[in-house]
């Protein structure tokens, strides 16, 4: 039998949220883990042993994404308010808002040079947007639904998107054009990413199932069905040999993609798993859920030679047919289904190493920031910036952060009477203005998804009438050369 440390292992245990935690992402040093939930909340979670968490408030509805900068000083979180914004992850809590989508935005990343910004949305749109300049660069609507996810390539050249039209986009950024779609879904494409290299993109369906496309070929190479229900998310581990998929069937898949196969079966959420996500070294993963918990796994498995892992595993790993990795060309579906041999990992999460990591709420000053309300036409979206938040710290406040600044890079604890709260009776108003705002959005969104329906249905009438009048010059274009015969 394998080490124990060949294995991936529970590594700590973060609570904090109140709700379903929806989305993860490393910062690229790995000392910081960001999470949001359905809770209105953005957590950063220092990895430091005993290191605080913060809070960060400001969304008015659920965090359905989040991801660090490539230089970790700022983090982008899309929300179903309709907005993104980037956090400066510092104990101010400052945010600038980005607004330019009409429903709820799905997802949010950043280039891999850290100057644009990618978000999918449910008005059936991609949008890129400029970070230094914070403004609405251009569209990219061809989705016929809702758009729930989008990924720039590794060079930035691509946009991967896929969404509830079941079908995955993959876009030029240069001619801001569709060049390929990738189909055959049983149901809504729930998330795509590219691999490491950009020579693969990968995508989960609501059908429960992982398929991996060549886009030099444009060819399916590797199609998984291992989860019992629908695959909501996904990671590609930073060397691309493996992945690791979160379900709706409350498990976590680890895939060797050299191999082909399902290598491990993690347990650990109660409830479907929402949120997966590698750090930048692979050396670790974390894992969020619809019990509102945060895992943070190390790896382990990476590190090792796999082809003598599996020897040693051999007894507990069924081997199955090689998979078409070389073959761009496979003659049916190659799908890799679970197998009764895959090694399952179950463990207790109550006795964990870590406890309740003390957390200090942050970002609960309003700040005054100016929404854009942009076309979905690049000319328009180019003339009109994003203000930068107004600072409305008292002179207390703005003395006790920078002595706090060092501390949360550092991961210090600090004593709760270095903060300064806020009255009871402000809470209360703010928290009624947040129900009433609630109200408002969910009132909104009903009425855009009737508008959304109304337009369809127009659509298609106006597709009918063009018909009908084509048909109409036909049979009278008919009758005069009837007519011209017989004389």
């Known amino acids: 039998m394998a080490s124990v440390m060949e294995d991936p ?79 400066t992850p510092s104990i101010k809590g400052e945010s600038t808002v980005f607004k330019a989508h009409t429903a709820s935005v799905r997802s949010v990343q950043f280039s891999s040079d850290g100057q644009r910004l990618v978000t999918a949305s449910d008005d059936k749109s991609v949008k890129v947007w400029g970070v230094e300049r914070k403004k609405f660069l251009y569209s990219l609507s061809r989705h016929t639904n809702w758009v729930r996810c989008a990924r720039f390539s590794p060079d930035g050249r691509l946009v991967a998107s896929c969404g509830d039209d079941r079908t995955v986009r993959l876009w030029d950024t240069s001619s801001r054009q569709c060049i390929n779609i990738f189909t055959d879904y049983g ?6 990413d590219f691999n490491s290299s950009g020579t693969c993109i990968a995508s989960s369906g609501a059908d429960n199932t992982l398929k991996i496309w060549d886009i030099r070929t444009n060819k399916l190479i590797q199609h998984y069905r291992v989860h019992s229900a629908g695959v909501n998310c996904f990671s590609f581990h930073p060397s691309g040999n ?22 491990y079966t993690l347990h650990g959420h109660k409830g479907p798993v929402l949120a997966v996500a590698f750090s930048r070294d692979g050396g670790l993963f974390a894992s969020g859920g619809a019990d509102s918990q945060v895992l943070m796994w190390k790896t382990n498995f990476d590190s090792l030679n796999y082809r003598d892992l599996l020897s040693r595993h051999s007894r507990r790993v069924t081997p199955d047919p090689l998979p078409h990795l070389m073959d761009i060309y496979p003659r049916s579906p190659h799908r890799h289904n679970a197998q009764n041999g895959t090694v399952e990992i179950n463990p207790i999460v109550a ?34 910036p994003i203000s930068g938040p107004g600072r409305t710290h008292t002179r207390h406040r703005e003395e006790e952060d920078e002595d706090q600044e060092e501390r949360f890079a ?24 947040v129900q009433q705002l609630d109200i408002l959005t969910q009132t909104v969104a009903v009425l855009e998804e009737r508008l959304t329906l109304t337009e369809d249905k127009l659509r298609t009438c106006l597709d009918n009438q063009v018909l009908l009048l084509q048909q109409t010059h036909q049979v009278d274009g008919s009758d005069e050369e009837a007519e011209g015969s017989s004389v």
């Open 242 to 263: 493996y992945l690791i998929s979160g379900s709706s069937d409350s498990t976590m898949k680890i895939l060797d993609l050299l191999e082909g196969r399902l290598i």
């Open 351 to 384: 006795d964990t190493q870590s406890g309740d990591p003390q957390v200090v709420e942050v970002g609960r000053v309003l700040f005054s920031t100016a929404d854009v309300r942009s076309h979905d036409r690049a000319t328009n979206g180019r003339d009109q």
């Open 187 to 192: 149901g809504s494409a729930t998330f795509v």
């Open 9 to 87: 292992t529970l590594e700590r245990h973060f609570k904090g949220h109140k709700d379903v935690v929806s989305c993860a992402d490393f910062s690229p040093n790995n000392k910081q883990l960001a999470t949001g939930s359905c809770d209105k909340n953005l957590m950063i979670w220092n990895l430091t042993p005993k290191a605080r968490a913060f809070r960060f408030v400001g969304h008015t509805d659920i965090i359905t994404g989040v991801h660090f900068s490539p230089s970790g000083s700022l983090v982008a979180s899309s929300s179903r308010d309709q907005t993104v914004r980037l956090w």
């Open 410 to 433: 550092g991961g210090m604890t600090a004593s709760r009477e270095e903060r300064s709260g806020i009255q009871s009776s402000l809470t209360s108003t703010l928290e009624n203005i």
